[in-house]
């Protein structure tokens, strides 16, 4: 019979990740952690016998934002608008923390906390490869500025997992999601850019949240 740590690690790993079949073979390992190859997340990587069961507590850090290294917004033209990227960064990390507070904290059974305890889960989250196809310069020009682009854009979440009170690794995450391809122009600007951007966010939010319920409900099932 497996105990309550496995059945609540096993639950958490089988909503937590899906193998992409276009995206590299992830490694088996992660600084201790070990792949479990599911269907919600490019890799998971979860600690042995971690019990993600016991949380009732999240701490979130701020996200942290680098964009893809061949990504180069700015034109070479001194007469055109540059991009204000620490902009960008910002928008999308206060955008992503309305969405995880709210999908994580949804019912009460999460409580999203400033401070490490013993019941606390500690999300640390990044995104590593941000790539925006037509970025918008419109609220910092005179004049109407319109954009179009064809390939959507794509963003990398990578998250860890650790114990609030200990500061253990429990888990890693790492997924890329790509822009809708409608495969015709299309009008960008910030409002359609965040507005995809939140739609990924609101999935990830939402798969960590049902892997950590299935955890909880997993460890019940098991008689705790």
Same mark, same amino acid.
């Given at each position: 019979?497996?105990?309550?740590?496995?059945?609540?690690?096993?639950?958490?790993?089988?909503?937590?990740?899906?193998?992409?079949?276009?995206?590299?073979?992830?490694? @088996?390992?992660? *600084? @201790?952690? *070990?792949?479990?190859?599911?269907?919600?997340?490019?890799?998971?990587?979860?600690?042995?016998?971690a019990n993600l069961a016991r949380y009732s507590e999240i701490m979130l850090d701020p996200l942290e934002v680098s964009f893809d290294r061949n990504w180069n917004p700015n034109p070479t033209s001194a007469g055109l608008q540059r991009v204000d990227t620490a902009r960008i960064k910002r928008a999308l990390a206060d955008e992503f923390r309305k969405v995880f507070t709210e999908v994580l904290s949804a019912d009460g059974k999460y409580r999203i906390v400033g401070e490490s305890g013993p019941a606390t889960l500690h999300i640390t989250p990044e995104i590593i490869d941000l790539y925006i196809n037509a970025p918008d310069v419109s609220l910092s020009t005179a004049g109407s500025v319109r954009m179009y682009t064809v390939e959507p854009g794509r963003m990398t979440l990578a998250a860890e997992f650790r114990d609030g009170a200990s500061g253990t690794l429990l888990a890693r995450v790492v997924d890329r999601k790509e822009g809708v391809d409608r495969g015709y122009l299309q009008i960008t600007n910030a409002v359609t850019n965040l507005a995809d951007a939140r739609q990924v966010m609101a999935r990830w939010a939402r798969t960590i949240r049902e892997g950590l319920d299935t955890a909880r409900a997993m460890a019940g099932a098991s008689g705790n």
């Open positions: 019979m497996r105990t309550i740590h496995d059945a609540a690690m096993t639950a958490a790993a089988a909503l937590l990740l899906s193998a992409c079949a276009t995206a590299p073979k992830p490694a @088996g390992t992660w *600084e @201790g952690l *070990e792949l479990y190859p599911q269907k919600k997340f490019d890799a998971v990587y979860l600690r042995p016998h």
